[in-house]
């Protein structure tokens, strides 16, 4: 149980395009998604806080306006890369919140590698 | 705010030889903290976390953390190293806003 999935896994886009990444969980409703960026040889960069119902939470020195999220039901999250530029290129990785036992614990997707040209 | 520090970017152990990765954290109350393993282009895969129930967690594939208080760490140790164990490991803490903070990451490579 608890798989979360991302979709695309990979993808190349030009510069100035957008691009849309989904987040889904799929056997278990999240109220609670983050996203994260990763650089090659990195730690995770949390990107935003998406909560269901809401607007999402986004953290310091993230553009909200560059990254889109939007998390319209339980088990749907979405990252929408807005005029993507090279240097948007990176791994970005969502996880959902599910309440286990004490506390809560974050289950990951496998990855979007994004490549902006 | 919280944070975790993991100590060494890089671990070489020999297949069968004990594995042990360092995390120190820093927590004004009470924290959870968790260790995850990520493979090449993979996302994390949840590896044990501490809840204040038990201070020697075991997790799954062999591996175990024990939280101690009067130190701030929470070591990972696995008795035996295989070769399926090379990956990069993460430490991270969260407290109440069940926001992960992650440690920079240490990279493990098994030795045949």
């Known amino acids: 149980g608890a798989v979360v999935s991302q979709h695309p896994s990979w993808v190349i886009c030009k510069s100035g395009t957008s691009v849309k990444i989904e987040c889904r969980s799929l056997?278990?409703?999240?109220?609670?998604m983050f996203w994260y960026r990763q650089f090659p040889k990195q730690s995770l960069m949390l990107m935003a806080t998406s909560n269901e119902g809401s607007k999402a939470t986004y953290e310091q020195g993230v553009e909200k306006d560059k990254f889109l999220i939007n998390h319209a039901s339980l088990t749907l999250s979405t990252l929408t890369v807005t005029s993507a530029h090279p240097e948007d290129s990176s791994f970005y990785i969502c996880?959902?919140?599910?309440?286990?036992?004490?506390?809560?614990?974050?289950?990951f997707g496998p990855g979007t590698r994004l490549t902006v040209t | 705010a919280q944070s975790v520090t993991q100590l060494g970017s890089h671990v070489s152990v020999s297949e069968g030889a004990l594995v042990l990765l360092r995390c120190n954290y820093s927590s004004s109350v009470p924290p959870y903290l968790f260790w995850y393993v990520q493979y090449p282009n993979q996302g994390l895969q949840l590896l044990l976390k501490y809840t204040s129930a038990a201070t020697l967690v075991k997790g799954i594939n062999g591996f175990e953390a024990e939280f101690k208080k009067s130190e701030t760490s929470f070591h990972l140790t696995k008795p035996s190293a295989h070769m399926s164990d090379a990956a990069e490991y993460f430490c991270a803490v969260s407290v109440n806003d069940y926001k992960l903070s992650f440690g920079a990451g240490t990279t493990v490579t098994v030795r045949a």
């Open positions: 996880s959902a919140n599910l309440l286990a036992g004490v506390g809560y614990e974050q289950y």
């Open positions: 056997d278990f409703q999240a109220t609670t």
